[in-house]
């Protein structure tokens, strides 16, 4: 892993901090290593049952690392940003969507450009009362990526998309819950502390049922309701094969609270 990530575990929970502070968490290569290296990490420690995503200092994450975005000679001819998202952004934000474990971001300041697509990546986007949200990329002649295209329309409806896309205005934590891109905001002293209870709380939970809700979610976009109603009933095949169902429906008959391995 790099310095650019920090990453700590315990307790069932992984905390995978983005650490530039002095450039607000921009995202450059050593970084973007660093978060794919973390959360491979995280998916394969068994005993992390939940992660939680956030960022060093007053950001969240200002998105691409603009000192790096152009190369040292100026030309702007070679440049493929295509390559760049394929083989940067994207398997991060198809790994986070696909980490059979549930994912908090906690966006603890600016959430710009790429830096908004990974907050909407997580699974629970918790916000600090004094976070923004901006779709900053058009500022630069710049395409939203890294999901936003994606993430806009399924969260907050293609109307706002296109004026959040459009625009790229720099909205506060209260409009980004009330446009359905937040789940919760929480003071800024509160933010880590909630973000962290509700970590613990999940990491005591069915974490295999999470894998699979995550699987059905992200395949009911594009599937039509029969095609989903197939998936539901295979995916709760597993879900009825694990240890914890089993245990789930043990504790209500003996009207005790569940003990969920994970398994
Ligand atoms: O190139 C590719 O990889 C392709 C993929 C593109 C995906 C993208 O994400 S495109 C969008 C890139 N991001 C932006 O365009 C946002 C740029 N930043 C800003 O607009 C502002 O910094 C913010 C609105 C986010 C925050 O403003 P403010 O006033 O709170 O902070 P600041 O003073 O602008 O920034 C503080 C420092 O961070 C400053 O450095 P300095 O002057 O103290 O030495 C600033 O240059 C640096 N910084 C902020 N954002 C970036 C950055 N440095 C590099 N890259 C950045 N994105």
Redesign the pocket.
């Known amino acids: 892993m790099t310095n650019e990530i920090q990453y700590q575990s315990s307790d069932g929970v992984a905390t995978i901090t983005l650490n530039r502070p002095?450039?607000?968490n921009?995202?450059d290569d050593a970084l973007m290593r660093g978060l794919r290296d973390a959360l491979a990490q995280a998916r394969a420690d068994e005993s992390v049952r939940a992660l939680i995503l956030t960022g060093a200092g007053?950001?969240f994450s200002?998105?691409?690392?603009?000192?790096t975005?152009i190369p040292a000679d100026g030309s702007l001819k070679a440049m493929d940003?295509g390559r760049?998202?394929r083989d940067?952004?994207n398997p991060i934000i198809t790994g986070m969507r696909e980490l059979p474990k549930p994912i908090i971001s906690a966006v603890n300041g600016?959430a710009?450009?790429?830096?908004m697509?990974l907050a909407l990546a997580g699974d629970i986007v918790l916000a600090s009362r004094s976070a923004?949200f901006?779709q900053?990329?058009v500022?630069?002649g710049?395409v939203p990526?890294?999901g936003s295209t994606w993430f806009l329309p399924r969260l907050a409806g293609d109307v706002r998309a296109r004026a959040l896309s459009m625009l790229g205005d720099?909205i506060d934590a209260e409009s980004a819950e009330r446009l359905g891109l937040v789940w919760k905001v929480h003071e800024d002293d509160q933010l880590l502390n909630e973000a962290r209870a509700l970590a613990a709380h999940m990491a005591t939970q069915p974490t295999r049922a999470y894998g699979l809700i995550k699987e059905a979610l992200n395949a009911s976009s594009s599937n039509t309701l029969v095609a989903q109603l197939d998936l539901e009933a295979d995916i709760q095949t597993k879900a009825g094969l694990t240890e914890d169902f089993h245990e789930g429906v043990t504790a209500f008959l003996e009207k005790r609270a569940p003990r969920f391995s994970g398994r």
């Open positions: 002095s450039v607000l921009a995202l007053r950001a200002a998105g691409a690392d603009l000192n975005t940003l760049l998202l940067r952004y600016v710009a450009g790429a830096g697509s923004t901006m900053a990329f500022k630069i710049l990526d890294a720099r």
